[in-house]
């Protein structure tokens, strides 16, 4: 079985070298650390994402997933060492109804810049 140090992280390091590399991140958390992360919190950070920018805790996008996860409040995807649990909303089907038509719109509406491999978003995406 691989060690988690063998996986990398979205910031394009791996977790062995997570504590090095990102000194200047490191515990640098984003708007909404320990605050309720819910649709319109994420459509928040959304709003304000530079996809041209290097992403960080105050530049990502909420929505993006890597490897089938999505991101902390931070920036940060599951098996991080950063990665905190989210505190979540609502999750009620007319809820859920109305957050695929919002996703809907933002697949056949990008923000300028974000293409694959831009600096704001996950790496590998």
Known sequence: MASASAFTTPFGVTTRTIRTTLSAVEGRYGKYDEKLFDN???KDVYASWDPSQPRSPDNFN???????????ASGYF????????????????PQMMIERTEAE?????????DVKGAPGRAKGN
Do not use: C, Q
């Not at 599951?78 to 089907?93: C, H, I, Q, T, V």
């Open 40 to 42: 319109e919190a994420k």
């Open 62 to 72: 909420p929505f993006e997933t890597f490897g089938s996860n999505s991101p902390d």
């Open 78 to 93: 599951p098996g991080s060492n950063l990665y905190k649990d989210p505190m979540r909303g609502e999750a009620s089907f």
């Open 105 to 113: 719109e933002r697949v056949a509406n990008p923000k300028a810049g």
